[in-house]
Antibody
Framework: EVQLVESGGGLVQPGGSLRLSCAASGFTFNAYWMTWVRQTPGQGLEWVANIDQEEIEKYYVDSVKGRFTISRDNAKDSVYLQMNSLRIEDTGVYYC??????WGQGTLVTVSS | DIQMTQSPSSLSASVGDRVTITCRAS??????LAWFQQKPGKAPQRLIYTASYLQSGVPSRFSGSGSGTEFTLTISSLQPEDFATYYCLQHNSYPWTFGQGTKVEI
């Protein structure tokens, strides 16, 4: 069974940092692009970042460029999202995706003082 | 950036109704569009990919059509488990962008 399990969310003050992790199983991880999407409170969905199979290509939404970094470890079947200089508007549920198909259950990030 | 305009933002329907949701792209995206269903407290699930291909395991009452700038998700006969919020996503170019969502209510 294809599965994605996110972790690392929590409460952080504005300006702080968090590192989200996503553990993949049930498929050949190094064959797929991976994606992070977030859903802000009461709002819709926003694509955050993509990474290719070899970490050569990375793409970000403008609002997180320079603050967030997507990475992966194919030996550990995991993808990460390092989030620095967090803002209140970064609050939301962060989902890990395999491409645009399979979603994890999400991890909640709350940025508040 | 490509803007995805989804309509309506909400609709009221009854079991057995035919429901149509539309997404319009601000520029052509070929058929690089997916549709997702999200129920409260759950992650979205893909229903349709490449505009018109039914995801394995999704009931055949769901269908997608369109290409270029106009796309449609149709539910041929609404079932109780279909009351949810639906989103489109364009993945033709970066940044990927979602529609604003359509909440289907009784």
């Amino acid at each position: 069974e294809v599965q994605l399990v996110e972790s690392g969310g929590g409460l952080v003050q504005p300006g702080g940092s968090l590192r989200l992790s996503c553990a993949a199983s049930g498929f050949t991880f190094n064959a797929y692009w991976m994606t992070w999407v977030r859903q802000t409170p009461g709002q819709g969905l926003e694509w955050v970042a993509n990474i290719d199979q070899e970490e050569i290509e990375k793409y970000y939404v403008d609002s997180v460029k320079g603050r967030f970094t997507i990475s992966r470890d194919n030996a550990k079947d995991s993808v990460y999202l390092q989030m620095n200089s967090l803002r209140i508007e970064d609050t939301g549920v962060y989902y890990c995706l395999r491409g645009a198909q399979v979603w994890g259950q999400g991890t909640l990030v709350t940025v508040s003082s | 950036d490509i803007q995805m305009t989804q309509s309506p933002s909400s609709l009221s329907a009854s079991v057995g109704d035919r429901v149509t949701i539309t997404c319009r792209a601000s520029q052509g995206i070929r058929d690089d569009l997916a549709w997702f269903q999200q129920k409260p407290g759950k992650a979205p699930q893909r229903l349709i990919y490449t505009a018109s291909y039914l995801q394995s395991g999704v009931p055949s009452r769901f269908s997608g059509s369109g290409s270029g700038t106009e796309f449609t998700l149709t539910i041929s006969s609404l079932q109780p488990e279909d009351f949810a919020t639906y989103y489109c996503l364009q993945h033709n170019s970066y940044p990927w962008t979602f529609g604003q969502g359509t909440k289907v209510e009784i």
